[in-house]
Antibody, heavy 120, light 115 residues
Framework: EVQLVESGGGLVQPGGSLRLSCVAS????????INWVRQAPGKGLEWLSY????????YYSDSVKGRFTISRDIAKNSLYLQMNSLRAEDTAVYYC?????????????WGQGTLVTVSS | DIVMTQSPDSLAVSLGERATINCKSS????????????LAWYQQKPGQPPKLLIY???TRESGVPDRFSGSGSGTDFTLTISSLQAEDVAVYYC???????????FGQGTRLEIK
């Protein structure tokens, strides 16, 4: 059974940092691109970041470029999102999502999400 | 970036009736190389992550009931629920994957309720 389990969310002050993790199981982690998608309270879905299966290609949305860093550890079947210089508008549920077919960017499995709250 | 616009924003339909949700892209998501529309639909229930329903605009994901269907091509797409069930109450999102990261985009969502 494919599973993606996020962790690391919590309450952080503006300007602070947080590191999210996503542990994958039930599929060949090294073969699939993984993305981060977030959802602000009561709002829609916003794509944030992409990492290729090898980790050699990375993309970010303009809203987080320069502040967030995506990475993956193949040996640990894990994906990470290092979030720095956090702002109130970064408050959201953060999901990791697996592409269904390598090279095609629709998502067949999502984690349950981890809530990040940026507030003083 | 390709902008995805869904209509309506919310919809109330009686049980057993048809529900129709529209999604329009600001440019075509039909890829000439394979004649496929790079359009997916997701269902999100309260407190849950999105669930993939439809990809390639009309291909139903495994396990999705056949009352869900997708249609359309180019810039105009439709998700249809042929006979609404109580468990279909959710927010529905379309997503284009024609433009590769970093420009993947979702529609704003359509909230479906029971009338």
């Amino acid at each position: 059974e494919v599973q993606l389990v996020e962790s690391g969310g919590g309450l952080v002050q503006p300007g602070g940092s947080l590191r999210l993790s996503c542990v994958a199981s039930g599929f060949t982690f090294r073969s699939y691109e993984i993305n981060w998608v977030r959802q602000a309270p009561g709002k829609g879905l916003e794509w944030l970041s992409y990492i290729s299966s090898s980790g050699s290609t990375i993309y970010y949305s303009d809203s987080v470029k320069g502040r967030f860093t995506i990475s993956r550890d193949i040996a640990k079947n894990s994906l990470y999102l290092q979030m720095n210089s956090l702002r109130a508008e970064d408050t959201a549920v953060y999901y990791c999502a697996k592409v269904a077919v390598p090279g095609f960017y629709y998502f067949d499995y999502w984690g349950q999400g981890t809530l990040v709250t940026v507030s003083s | 970036d390709i902008v995805m616009t869904q209509s309506p924003d919310s919809l109330a339909v009686s049980l057993g009736e048809r529900a129709t949700i529209n999604c329009k892209s600001s440019q075509s998501v039909l890829h000439s190389s394979n004649n496929k529309n790079y359009l997916a639909w997701y269902q999100q229930k309260p407190g849950q992550p999105p669930k993939l329903l439809i990809y390639w605009a009309s291909t139903r994901e495994s396990g999705v009931p056949d009352r869900f269907s997708g249609s359309g091509s180019g810039t105009d797409f439709t998700l249809t629920i042929s006979s609404l069930q109580a468990e279909d109450v959710a927010v529905y999102y379309c997503q284009q994957y024609y433009s590769t990261p970093p420009t993947l985009t979702f529609g704003q969502g359509t909230r479906l309720e029971i009338k």
